[in-house]
């Protein structure tokens, strides 16, 4: 069993505006497909604060991190730049599928800017804000994310 945590980013569900609905559809769907989740955290869109909550869940040996929003063009969107600032290596192909995938639905979805990427043995995944949006885009991804964290925890040979 994989262990994931959940990091909302918004500044409007970080200081209550509304509550966050995608952390809590995001932690159904890892819940579902049997991954154990450690943490669900909401913090406003700063980069420093992102980079900090992505820093800590990779030290801590976190498996699998989802972040839900900060994806799109608004000035304050920076969870992509949180997250290169992060990773060793990209994994561009799940980005790029979840942006294929998502404008079959609507060609806005050619405006998220999420990428993923590896810190030491923990998988970062960008989702859009969304709920909608992260249900789709995690459920296009999630049935092969087993497979990678496999390779990535030395689980399973590589053969590519």
Do not use: W
Request: hydrophobic share 35%; net charge negative; aromatic share 4%.
């Amino acid at each position: 069993m994989y262990q994931a945590s959940i990091i909302t980013v918004s500044d409007r569900a970080a200081h209550g505006v509304y509550e966050d609905q995608s952390g809590p559809t995001v932690r159904s769907l890892l819940e579902a497909s049997g991954y154990l989740i450690t943490h669900q955290i909401i913090i406003p869109d700063e980069k420093n604060k992102i980079t900090t909550a992505l820093l800590s869940e990779c030290e801590q040996g976190i498996h699998l991190i989802i972040t839900t929003g900060g994806t799109g063009f608004s000035p304050r969107d920076v969870t992509p730049e949180a997250t290169i600032a992060v990773i060793e290596r990209e994994a561009p192909g799940i980005a790029e599928y979840m942006r294929q995938r998502s404008m079959e639905i609507t060609p806005r979805g050619m405006l998220s800017r999420g990428i993923a990427g590896i810190r030491g043995s923990s998988l970062i995944v960008n989702l859009p804000g969304s709920p909608k949006a992260a249900r789709e885009n995690l459920g296009f991804i999630l049935p092969h994310l087993t497979h990678g964290l496999d390779m990535l925890n030395g689980k399973q040979e590589t053969n590519a």
